[in-house]
Nanobody, 120 residues
Framework: QVQLVESGGGLVQAGDSLRLSCVAS????????MGWFRQAPGKEREFVAG???????SYSNSVKGRFTISRDNAKNTVYLQMNSLKPEDTAVYFC??????????????WGQGTQVTVSS
């Protein structure tokens, strides 16, 4: 079982940038496909971005072109660079790790979440 710890959330204004980090411990990081999901108040959790163990990434349409996911296997860390933030990006962001299957599917290991709030 892998343990995930997110950091980097905060309160920003529309148009600002944030970088989220997720550090994994436990089994070998390179064994995992990694992803970011988010849950806004009153809404279901949704896929944001994912990156396969060999580096191919995928994004939801709502963040494509603004967010970039990356991973540093030497540091057991996955990042989410968020640019041009909008109020609708406000949510709790969760890190996800899975050993296979659909990046967008909601299974695997989860972090505790980090709050991102974007004011208009």
């Amino acid at each position: 079982q892998v343990q995930l710890v997110e950091s980097g959330g905060g309160l920003v204004q529309a148009g600002d940038s944030l970088r989220l980090s997720c550090v994994a411990s436990g089994r070998t990081f390179i064994s995992y496909d990694m992803g970011w999901f988010r849950q806004a108040p009153g809404k279901e959790r949704e896929f944001v971005a994912g990156i396969l163990r060999y580096g191919i990434s995928s994004y939801s349409n709502s963040v494509k072109g603004r967010f970039t996911i990356s991973r540093d296997n030497a540091k057991n860390t996955v990042y989410l660079q968020m640019n041009s933030l909008k109020p609708e990006d406000t949510a709790v962001y969760f890190c996800n790790a899975k050993t296979g299957g659909d990046l967008r599917a909601e299974f695997g290991s989860w972090g505790q979440g980090t709050q991102v709030t974007v004011s208009s």
